[in-house]
């Protein structure tokens, strides 16, 4: 079966720098990236997906980038907030032609934004 | 529509007793998930239903566990005879298969149930 590693663990930036999380999946036909936030006691929400035909995505401050080649995928944050602290998981799943769209996941990095 | 719900949100129970949860998902959606998240790591996926049929179980889900979904809206899952290490959180999610608007079958999640085994 699929399995993402994610590094690092934790993560400490001060306001205003640029984060970056790294996940690797090993199953090759894996073609939906998604990375999801979840914040101490709460549910895990989707921030940025990505899918393999893609190698790029931005949304404001966030951006995903995909190298299907050397399978793996990167989550940047730029300008950093205070509230951009939270733990992040990346995932990766086959979506299309009848699959589940079911999510393996990495192990999460804590990321922490020092003001 | 609040999004996907699950009761309770806390369960604290002994060793050997039953326990069973709940989970609501969007009401437009045909696929539910449960996964299961232990302290520091990732939510795992424990298993899927589309529609009311049971069409994937990880191997995680040993005989003690049983989920239903009878008539293709809410679900539970059922742990019996509970051992300490079932002690996790237990989320379930949502998603569509029918791809409109701007539907990417994202999966929303609950806020989760939280099992304490004594």
């Known amino acids: 079966g699929e399995n993402v590693e994610q590094h690092p663990s934790t993560l400490s930036v001060q306001e205003g720098d640029s984060a970056v999380i790294k996940c690797t999946y090993s199953d090759s036909a894996s073609n939906y990236f998604p990375w999801y936030k979840q914040e101490l006691g709460k549910r895990p929400q989707l921030i940025i997906d990505?899918?393999?035909?893609?190698g790029e995505k931005k949304d404001q401050r966030i951006a995903v980038t995909l190298n299907k080649t050397a399978k793996h995928f990167s989550l940047h944050i730029t300008e950093t907030q205070p509230e951009d602290s939270a733990v992040y998981f990346c995932a990766a799943s086959k979506s299309g032609g009848g699959s589940n769209y079911k999510l393996t996941f990495g192990k999460g990095t804590l990321l922490t934004v020092n003001p | 529509d609040t999004g996907v719900s699950q009761d309770p949100r806390h369960k604290i129970t002994k060793r050997g007793q039953n326990v069973t949860f709940r989970c609501d998902p969007i009401s437009e959606h045909n696929r539910l998930y449960w996964y299961r998240q232990t302290l520091g790591q990732g939510p795992e996926f424990l298993t899927y239903?589309?529609?009311?049929?049971?069409?994937?179980k990880s191997r995680l889900l040993s005989d003690r566990f049983s989920a239903e979904r009878p008539k293709g809206s809410f679900s539970t899952l059922e742990i019996q005879r509970t051992e300490q290490g079932d002690s996790a959180m237990y989320l379930c999610?949502?998603?569509?298969?029918?791809?409109?608007?701007?539907?990417?079958?994202?999966?929303?999640f609950g806020e989760g149930s939280r099992l304490t085994v004594l």
């Open positions: 239903f589309q529609n009311e049929a049971q069409l994937e």
């Open positions: 999610a949502s998603s569509s298969s029918i791809y409109r608007d701007k539907n990417t079958g994202e999966l929303f």
């Open positions: 990505i899918r393999s035909n893609v």
